[in-house]
Nanobody, 115 residues
Framework: QVQLVESGGGLGQPGGSLTLSCAAS????????MGWYRQAPGKQRELVAL???????KYVDSVKGRFTISRDNAKNTVYLRMNSLNPADTSVYYC?????????WGQGTQVAVSS
């Protein structure tokens, strides 16, 4: 059973930066598509950034130029570097791994952006 564990959330300042990490229990980071989602209170969960197994990267328009998704295959970890934070980025952030056969979610990490 694959487990995904997010970390790095917390309180961020407007204009500041945070880096989220998603550590996988199995060697799936290089073989699966990996994504970061977020869900704010009262809103639907949305895909923020994805990184396919072949290296394609996509971002939701609201974070383009500010967020960067990356992975370290040796550490089985995916990262989300978040720069120029603003209060609209306040959400619970979830990591997801998926293939044609299965998918896995992490438990989420809270990010709050406030001065």
């Amino acid at each position: 059973q694959v487990q995904l564990v997010e970390s790095g959330g917390g309180l961020g300042q407007p204009g500041g930066s945070l880096t989220l990490s998603c550590a996988a229990s199995g060697r799936i980071v290089s073989r699966y598509s990996m994504g970061w989602y977020r869900q704010a209170p009262g809103k639907q969960r949305e895909l923020v950034a994805l990184l396919t197994s072949s290296g394609d990267i996509k971002y939701v328009d609201s974070v383009k130029g500010r967020f960067t998704i990356s992975r370290d295959n040796a550490k089985n970890t995916v990262y989300l570097r978040m720069n120029s934070l603003n209060p609209a980025d306040t959400s619970v952030y979830y990591c997801k791994a998926w293939s044609n056969l299965d998918s896995y979610w992490g438990q989420g990490t809270q990010v709050a952006v406030s001065s």
